[in-house]
């Protein structure tokens, strides 16, 4: 087996860690005092061409593959969670759909700007009374005799949704129910400023401050028959899917979540003087950093060994599963010992670790919460 990354994801790690380092870090304290989305930064990400890593060339991307990609959330997750936050969903949520089931029509006329940056697509599917049992949605859409469909619901905690650069939402909706009363689900594509569509920013959050959270709210909206993604009757798979690749990117996220707190704790270690002599000549310190350093090992190439079942086209489904489980477990636990090494410094807002410690709490909840990975892993043993 080759462990080794390609080229191309050797050099977007030098690239995106250079950008984190030297264009998000400065800022990404008061990003998330503010609660301040950066449009600005979102913009220089597209720049680089991080929206567009896994998008063909033709619809304005790079085409590379999807560990490429993961590698680039996991850099930006090292420096700031918000940041990658905005990535991940933005790619993975947004884009992803549209490249794996949108028609033809629908990649020419979204892809190329949301590959640059210079816009952003949300994927509307948690609703207030339907998170982890999403088959229990009651949004719902009506096609009329002219064939025009009539949305009216609500969704929450979306990513992307409300900010300055969003594009539009993609929307699960029931479409129609069998005579068992089952639902059918078709996704829809709903341009941002759509009379009915109503957004709602979510303050106060724990983590991701820098990060645009929304509310939606549908109220009579009508989109045509052409707004479909891909078929009727196409949601619950398109979503099943999406989420399946897009738990990879949560475990990025979580993965350089707990490289950017155990790198923190070991400089911090290095520094910190006790008893004359620093704190990583400890050993109650040593070894909580030794634990540290082999999860995270540990969690990286069970990631990247996902990454590649996808990449040649075998089922990844299961894997996807575990890395997320284990990387976000691994990055609580890391953030966790990072900030008790610190001591009370680790409680304060000026050490990075206190935002590492806020932002990885979100990664054992968001795209399938620890428990429902749990059950999928469960089910594809036998239980």
């Known amino acids: 087996m080759d462990f080794e990354l390609t080229d191309d994801a050797k050099m977007i790690r030098e690239t995106v860690r250079k950008f984190a380092e030297t264009k998000i ?20 990400m597209g720049e680089l061409g991080i929206f567009g890593i896994i998008v063909p060339e033709e619809y304005g991307g790079q085409g590379l593959d999807y560990l490429s990609y993961v590698v680039a959330v996991e850099e930006l997750a090292r420096v700031d969670g918000s940041q990658a936050a905005t990535v991940a969903a933005g790619v993975s949520l947004g884009i992803a759909p549209l490249l794996y089931f949108g028609t033809d029509t629908q990649k020419k006329q979204y892809l190329p700007r949301l590959a640059s ?13 339907a998170g982890s049992d999403s088959r229990g949605s009651k ?22 949704a409300s900010n300055e650069l969003t594009d539009g939402i993609i929307v699960q909706a029931v479409s129609a129910r069998t005579e068992k009363g089952d639902p059918e689900f078709t996704c829809f594509i709903v341009p941002k400023g759509t009379p009915g569509l109503s957004v709602k920013t979510m303050h106060k959050k724990l983590m991701w401050r820098a990060s645009i959270t929304s509310e939606l709210f549908f109220s009579g909206v009508k989109v045509p028959d052409s707004s479909i993604l891909g078929k009727r009757g196409a949601g619950s798979r398109q979503m099943l899917k999406t989420l399946d690749s897009g738990r990879l990117s ?3 996220m979580g ?15 290095n520094q910190r003087q006790q008893f004359g002599k620093p704190l990583a000549r400890f050993q109650a310190t040593a070894f909580k950093l030794a634990d540290m350093y082999v999860k995270i090992e540990h969690a990286r190439w069970f990631l990247y060994r996902a990454c590649w079942l996808r990449g040649q086209g075998k089922p990844f489904g299961t894997e996807s599963a575990m890395a997320k489980l284990y990387c976000s477990e691994v990055a609580q636990q890391v953030a966790n010992e990072a900030v008790q090494i610190h001591g009370g410094y680790g409680l ?6 206190e935002r590492f410690y806020r932002d990885q709490r ?3 909840i ?10 999928v892993i469960s089910r594809a043993i036998g239980c």
Not at 25 to 44: C, G, I, N, W, Y
């Open 362 to 364: 979100l990664l054992q």
């Open 25 to 44: 870090k400065p800022v990404a304290h008061e990003l998330d005092e503010k609660e301040q989305f950066s449009a600005e930064l979102t913009r220089q």
């Open 255 to 269: 993965l350089g979540c707990a490289q950017g707190a155990y790198e923190a704790a070991l400089s911090y270690a």
């Open 366 to 375: 968001g795209e399938g919460t620890s428990e429902i990975q749990r059950l």
């Open 348 to 353: 304060m807002k000026e050490f990075d670790v």
């Open 139 to 160: 949004t719902k859409a009506v096609q009329g005799p002219d064939g025009t469909w009539t949305i009216d619901g609500a969704k929450i905690f979306i990513t992307n």
């Open 250 to 252: 949560i475990a990025a």
């Open 117 to 129: 940056g210079e816009g952003l697509f949300a994927f509307g599917l948690t609703e207030p009374e």
